[in-house]
């Protein structure tokens, strides 16, 4: 009964824990580049678009389609830079649990 009861407060601690972590991802504040610098592009930690800088030397007509391509480009380092930091904050948060590889926690 005394190894239940110590389980039992041991979920609970990695719940405060795994709450913590959640808050402290949705707080992170992460860049991406691309073009050398030219477009950066700011998220949180969930993804959502905080800034977005344009290089005024790309605007000209004819390069809008490079500038598109440019800001998702920026978009999408900024948001495998925000996953890196969430996974990494998350393995350390489960060093030691029997998860399987690839699995991704709910948040």
Do not use: Y
Request: glycine content about 10%.
């Amino acid at each position: 009964m005394r190894d239940i009861m110590g389980m039992m407060g041991k979920v609970k601690e990695m719940q405060a824990k795994m709450e913590q972590m959640q808050a402290e991802i949705a707080a992170l504040d992460v860049e991406g580049t691309s073009g050398g610098g030219l477009v950066t592009v700011r998220l949180n930690g969930k993804g959502d678009m905080l800034a977005l800088k344009i290089d005024p030397s790309l605007f000209k007509e004819d390069d809008v389609e490079i500038l598109e391509d440019l800001i998702v480009a920026a978009h999408k380092a900024a948001k495998e830079r925000a996953e890196a930091i969430a996974a990494e904050k998350t393995k350390e948060l489960t060093a030691g649990l029997p998860i399987p590889p690839g699995f991704k926690m709910p948040f």
